[in-house]
């Protein structure tokens, strides 16, 4: 979490300048995305709410993504990393929405992923997916590292993207 937090409060700063509000969804995170955005004082302000799709179960109940939208798509790719972010955008009716997907390891995952791999994506005023691969096979530091990656980018996102006018 040390490499997190300032990630988080630079974030948190800029969403309540500007009254925005985040989602997230992440699955091999497991919670850390979300858990740096609400050590934050005064998260009840940008942070709208989140979930932990890790299996197909959760993908269903939590974000509403039926198998049909999973058709010709597989989870821990850049498309569905996307699909996953505008979703809980969407549903938690917030500005942002975040998302990550990935092989923590110690082994791959069952789509041919190696460890280390993950695809995280921003949806919002501006769009943009990325893949992270680490190369390491360490699951708890490929947890840290993706999920700062993903606050990274979320927080390029909004740097980059000019506030809404009143």
Not at 5 to 11: G, K, N, R, T
Not at 65 to 74: A, D, N, P, V
Request: with cysteine; hydrophobic share 40%; glycine share 10%.
């Amino acid at each position: 979490m040390e490499k997190l937090m300032p990630l988080a409060e630079a974030i948190a700063a800029r969403l309540i300048a500007r009254k925005e509000t985040i989602g997230i969804a992440e699955s091999s995170t497991g919670g850390l995305i979300s858990a740096a955005l609400l050590a934050i004082p005064g998260a009840s302000a940008y942070y709208r709410g989140g979930g932990i799709i890790y299996t197909p179960r959760a993908r269903a109940a939590l974000v509403n993504i039926t198998k049909e939208e999973m058709e010709g798509m597989r989870a821990s790719s850049e498309p569905y990393a996307a699909l996953l972010a505008a979703r809980a955008r969407d549903l938690l009716g917030a500005t942002w929405g975040l998302s990550e997907t990935g092989a923590t390891g110690p082994s791959g995952n069952s789509y041919g992923d190696a460890p280390g791999h993950s695809c995280m994506s921003v949806a919002g005023p501006v769009a943009r997916t990325i893949t992270l691969e680490t190369g390491s096979s360490d699951r708890v530091a490929n947890m840290s590292a993706f999920a700062q990656r993903a606050l990274e980018l979320l927080g390029e996102s909004i740097e980059k993207t000019p506030p809404k006018t009143a």
